[in-house]
């Protein structure tokens, strides 16, 4: 955060909710060592960068308190030990758990009687104490985490199409592959009387010859002219045996748009396109395989979550297209976790993006930093007032602008910007970053303060004047500001009396008051009066 290069940088980690199934995706012996930090279903992990050394990762882990019960206690005291000599020692050292030991134990039966009687031992004889991870669960917490598939803004399309399990493309055909098993039978049959029609059979006591007559003559036509020059040896053709894994590796997509081709010859739009649809493709058939079948049920049972991690998805896609997208990133993320760094106020929407982090470039001593600004807005989709603040104007200016200006009136905008530029050419709103936001009443401007204040933006107000005396409460302005506008209405009452001005309302003020009251409100009166003049049957001035 500071660019000082003697600082460690230090990541601490909390997974929670972590199942049973989770832990299925370890092998028995890594379960076995990895339960020794997970408490109460919560992993938590501190990752260390220490300067011109290498990652370090250690675990919390539930200790007990009392030294006596720790580990290395207890394998000192056991050392050495064997038959009565082990219930003696636990004897001596945990009288408390001697009662209850069996008898004729051996050291490790009894490091794991020990164990269950200190995790039996109430919370409050333990703490959370920072040590080593268990020997070789680095790679393996990794298969407790999500499976991150990345897709970052420039990207060249032919690696996304690719065969092999790290694309999408890949993963598809090998969901394809897992979910129709069953179903390939009859080829993974027929595959194999080819294999044995081009190759030797180890039968497991000998090779069977059932080859073709062709492949046997050729075989031995080649080996005739080798042993010209080498009599004792002997030649084999051996041919890779045909599987249905290397069949669809070589698969390929054709767009007709017209023109049919390869997708590698289309625009760059339409194959960005290409490959969220293989995602989507993939993530919908990965759900529907969820359904139990025999053949897949080991399958489901240890695969990886999902978290998808697109970098700027809006690219070469028109705003249409980008909404389709967004829609389809919402619906993936019902069921997988999605995270998306984007410069297109079109991935918003309250309800589907209520998290999200706001970068902002700041100047900072000795280089620039990016500031973060976490947002979690209360999204309500029954309030039409937050989508309202939330609509494209306003969030484009929230994510994208380096400050706000808030106005009321119809053209306040174009006037503002019109006027500084001809004040001073570098005062352009525009260049600046600087967003001119309309409110559409007074009363509005604290709620539009109060969300662009939570991106993290300065916010500024232009107002009639009127709005110092009435509706202040409404523009959300800060206490020191509340202090000089207490202080000016105090100038601006000796003022008048120093002038001996009068508070007499204006002709146009009082035909205003005169008509504010509602056509229905007059209305009701006039009939009121009718029926008063046409009970006594005169009329005064005050009825006229």
């Known amino acids: 955060m500071y660019y000082n290069p003697q600082n460690t940088v230090e990541f601490k980690l909390t997974f929670i909710n972590i199942s049973s199934g989770d832990l299925l995706r370890l092998t028995p012996e890594q379960r076995d060592k990895i339960s020794d930090i997970i408490t109460d279903e919560k992993l938590q992990l501190i990752v260390r960068y220490p300067p011109n050394e290498k990652c370090v990762t250690m675990a919390l882990r539930r200790t007990p308190r009392d030294e006596r019960f720790r580990d290395q206690a207890i394998s000192t005291a056991l ?15 945990y009288p408390e758990f001697a009662p ?78 897992e979910g129709l098993a069953s179903e390939l039978a009859n080829i993974q049959e027929s595959l194999s009387s080819l294999n044995m029609l081009l190759n030797r059979i180890d039968e ?24 010209d020059n080498f009599p004792a040896i002997k030649l ?15 698969a390929q997509i054709y767009i007709d748009d017209g023109s049919r081709d390869l997708i590698d010859n289309k625009g760059d739009g339409i194959k960005r396109s290409l490959t969220f649809a293989l995602l989507q493709t993939y993530v919908r058939h990965r759900e529907l395989s969820v359904i139990p079948q025999p053949e897949i049920e080991g399958i489901i049972a240890t695969r990886r979550p999902l978290i998808f991690l697109f970098e700027e998805p809006e ?14 990133l919402a619906k993936i993320s019902d069921s997988n976790q999605v995270v998306v760094t984007t410069h297109s106020p079109i991935f918003f929407e309250p309800g589907v993006t209520a998290n999200f982090i706001r970068v902002s470039k700041e100047a900072a001593t000795p280089k620039p930093v990016g500031r973060l600004y976490p947002i979690n807005l209360n999204l309500d989709a029954d309030k039409a007032e937050v989508f309202r603040l939330t609509k494209f104007e306003n969030t484009d200016a929230a994510f994208f602008s380096r400050g706000v200006v808030l106005f009321e009136g119809e053209s306040d905008d174009f006037y503002c910007k019109h006027t500084a530029k001809i004040l001073n050419e570098e005062w352009c709103f525009e260049s600046r970053c600087m967003s001119l936001v309309r409110v559409s009443g007074k009363g509005n401007f604290a709620k539009f303060r109060r969300f662009f204040e939570s991106f993290g933006l300065p916010v500024k107000v232009v107002a009639d004047l009127d709005a110092i005396f009435e509706g202040y409460h409404h523009l959300g302005a800060p206490a020191a500001l509340t202090e000089v506008r207490a202080r000016a209405i105090i100038g601006i009452d000796r003022r008048i009396k120093d002038l001996g001005t ?7 003020k009082i035909r205003d008051k005169i ?30």
């Open 100 to 177: 209850s030991a069996p008898e004729n134990m051996n050291v490790g039966a009894a490091k794991e009687f020990l164990k269950a009687q200190i995790a039996a031992l109430p919370a409050d004889q333990h703490e959370m104490i920072e040590g080593p991870l268990p020997t070789g669960m680095g790679s393996s917490i990794r298969n407790l985490l999500p499976e991150p598939i990345y897709i970052p803004a420039v990207k060249n399309l032919i690696d996304d199409l690719k065969t092999t399990q790290s694309t999408p493309f890949g993963r598809l055909m090998g969901l394809l592959l």
């Open 236 to 250: 084999e053709l051996s041919v890779p045996p045909p599987e249905l894994k290397t069949i669809l590796s070589a």
């Open 315 to 328: 690219l070469y896609l028109h705003p249409r297209s980008q909404r389709i997208l967004f829609k389809t």
């Open 502 to 508: 009068k508070a007499e309302p204006s002709a146009r």
């Open 79 to 93: 050392q050495g030990k064997r038959g009565s000599a082990v219930k003696q020692s636990i004897t001596e050292n």
């Open 204 to 227: 497991g006591d000998g090779f069977t010859d059932h080859r073709h007559d062709t492949v046997k003559i050729l075989e031995g036509t080649i080996q005739g002219f080798l042993q």
């Open 515 to 544: 008509y504010t009251s509602s056509f229905k409100d007059r209305y009701y009166k006039s009939k009121e009066i009718l029926r008063k003049i046409q009970e006594t049957g005169h009329i005064d001035q005050n009825q006229i």
